[in-house]
């Protein structure tokens, strides 16, 4: 028996670990030789494709130089060329780049940043707004800015209160009020995933939200918090979320996509009255954070490799077209009497299947998870909700097979 502890495993129930030994484009492949259709760009994170080959290359020749080195107070040119490259392609006002190495550390940064910024001007602010069923990681300062439920009962002692704002339903008034009152009352900060929020359930919400929740921290002083570790790289068919609702917050947060999917790296864009707040000649006014591995070379080459396909590839041509394809398959779907709520953003699908019970521990979440399996499709239900959420290389074939998959769960499900 493996003596490995799986995250969001529960292990009593004996769920088989399949061994991958290898990826490529849209496929992994198990030591069984059975070959799986990545649905999920194991959990987002895969863009272009795995093992795309520029990216491999990258990493192979970065490791012949340079493998580790401190980053407080030394610096290397794979991580200057990606703070160079992301400053040519994000919004101008985000001046400054802090690296990290996971997107629960770039929301830890985020976090850190907003509060340094208030106290290194002599505000004691520190209250930070939420939007209602987000997710921004499993860190502690992670999960006190997400939904409570499930996810975090147990750590619940460990978390700080934050201010909830409603995510808006058809009226978005009075989630504007809330906003508005918690903001009067002097906000730190409000974080938000753009448009879409991922583990909360593939919950949408229109551009025009999004841009009035900025305006209002904009009116009111508060820092706004893009949390874009899901929706970055082209996810919601732009390069950022963002940049649907013309929004340019104070605070960037990227991670999953930043090297392709590779390898972990991560940053936290900040625009300049954010860097200037820390810039002193007290090293009290410091920014108090870092990790071994900020910046890792190999990584940064990585993400080296990621902006030049960018740059280079026609990446959001393709991003169109299997937007275009999710939505042809997402139509059809829609049809079924079973299948509730179908929307997309971009690349991504979700849907709610009917079932008795509903939520993150809907008892037909693992048996959705066992049938994929068997058909050689990952898919990771969040309870009744299915989403696709695939690197954007997948092929009509491979799409047209997990859509097929899914009709067939939903008619063995009700059948049941
Ligand atoms: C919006 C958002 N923020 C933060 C995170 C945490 O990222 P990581 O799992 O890399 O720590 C995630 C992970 O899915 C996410 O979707």
């Known amino acids: 028996m493996s003596p490995v502890w799986h995250p969001f495993t529960q292990h ?23 070959r799986v259709i990545d649905a999920i760009s194991s959990w987002w994170v895969t863009t272009h494709g795995h093992c795309h080959p520029k990216i491999m290359a990258a990493i192979v020749e970065q490791a012949g130089k340079l493998d580790q080195i401190i980053f407080a107070g030394w610096t290397h040119e794979p991580a200057e060329a990606v703070a160079r490259g992301l400053l040519a392609i994000m919004p101008g006002a985000l001046t400054r780049v802090f ?3 996971s997107g629960s550390t770039s929301v830890e940064v985020a976090l850190k940043m907003a509060l340094g910024f208030w106290r290194n001007r002599g505000d004691d602010r520190h209250r930070i707004l939420v939007l209602e069923h987000g997710y921004h990681g499993d860190t502690i300062g992670g999960m006190s800015v ?8 147990a750590y619940a002692p460990l978390l700080f209160e934050v201010g909830t704002i409603p995510l808006p339903g ?8 809330a906003l508005e009152a918690e903001c009067a009352a002097g906000a730190a900060a409000f974080i938000v ?19 009035e929740f900025a305006a209002i921290c904009r009116r009111h002083g508060v820092l706004f918090i893009a949390d874009e570790v899901m929706t970055g790289w082209g ?11 013309e929004v340019v917050p104070d605070i960037l947060c990227l991670s999953k996509g930043l090297t392709g999917g590779a390898v972990p790296l991560a940053v936290t864009l900040a625009s300049e009255p954010i860097y200037q707040a820390h810039l002193s000649g007290d090293r009290a006014k410091m920014f108090f954070h870092s990790s071994s591995y900020t910046a890792n070379p190999l990584a940064c080459a990585a993400a080296v490799a990621n902006l030049a396909i960018w740059r280079e590839e026609p990446v959001l041509r393709g991003i169109t077209l299997l937007a275009e394809r999710q939505a042809q398959r997402l139509a059809r779907i829609a049809a079924n009497p079973q299948v509730e709520n179908a929307r997309q953003l971009g690349t991504i699908t979700a849907f709610e299947i009917e079932a008795p019970t509903t939520g993150y521990l809907s008892e037909i979440g693992p048996r959705l998870l066992a049938f994929f399996r068997e058909r050689g499709i990952l898919l990771r239900p969040l309870g009744n909700t299915i989403y ?19 009709e067939e769960a939903i008619a063995e499900i009700s059948a049941a």
């Not at 496929?27 to 030789?33: E, F, K, R, S, V």
């Open 235 to 245: 996810r919601t068919g732009t390069l950022l979320a963002c940049e649907q609702a």
């Open 12 to 34: 009593g129930l004996g769920e088989p670990i399949p061994l991958v030994t290898r990826s490529e484009g849209a496929a992994l492949y198990t030591a069984d030789g059975r």
């Open 146 to 153: 997400g939904e409570r439920g499930v996810y975090n009962q």
């Open 99 to 101: 690296f990290s190495d």
């Open 388 to 406: 696709l959420m695939p690197p954007y290389c997948i092929d009509e074939a491979d799409l047209d097979t997990v859509y097929a998959a899914i």
């Open 193 to 211: 995933e753009p448009l879409i929020l991922g583990a909360g359930g593939m919950l949408m919400y229109p551009p025009a939200v999004l841009a």
């Open 170 to 177: 058809a009226d978005p008034q009075p989630s504007y009020d």
